[in-house]
């Protein structure tokens, strides 16, 4: 279904699949290639007899409106404000969220913001540090040449996001997060210090041979929520729940977490 919204004072038009038999809202919040690179479809079947799966296109990726300027180097707490509208207009007052990538750092700031709303977050493949050395040559490379990506990936981005418009939407994102690299900022974190903040119950999900993540960066998110539940699945990449050898495991932690914090349905 489409939903439009009033989003930091814009008007917005969302697109938000609804799956499953359950009651309980689960929003999967997606990475910065949107929902079809990395596809929840598993999850949805594991989840769906207990959970209301949401899975939103956030703006400017899938079925929602197209982004036509820049991402803000804030843009994951501004699509938590975006999320939260949506919400909003589903008339979902909280929910379980699980967010993968970029969509991890939007779950994140929704706990920070409005941890009342957030029942449960699932933190898959987070960044936190602004500083990215071993991803600069891959954001550079979003940012100026996405075709360099591969044909397979390439085919699969102009079928989600339209032949005329993927490459420029992984220029703009690869754009901010070059821009994320350099700006000037008072905390080297992507969440301003704020991380340990997080007071709804967080699992930490993550594969050990993430490419995106740096030396000793996981250990910092570790150390920053000491309270969290951690799940390393090894040999993992950067998306755990739709890698073949790693999706199952990963589906069974977090039902495993969910289980363990109150939020299966009984």
Known sequence: MWVELDSS?????????????????LIHLHGGWGYSVYPFDRQVEALGSDFKVLIPDRFGYGRSGRRLEAFALDFHRREADETFALMDALGVESAVLWGHSDGACIAAWMGLEAPARCAAIVLEALHFDRAKPRSREFFETMATDPRALGL?????????HGEDYWEQLLRLEGAAWRLIQTAPHSHPDLFDGRLGELSPPVL???????????PGEIETVRAALPAADVHLIEGAGHCPHSEPTAWLEATKAVLDFLASVNQLPQ
């Open 9 to 25: 004072g814009r008007k917005i038009e969302l697109y938000c699949r609804i799956l499953g038999d359950g009651d309980v809202p």
């Open 152 to 160: 397979g990936l390439s085919r699969t981005l102009a079928r989600e």
């Open 204 to 214: 930490i999900l993550h594969g050990t041979d993430d490419p995106r993540t740096e």
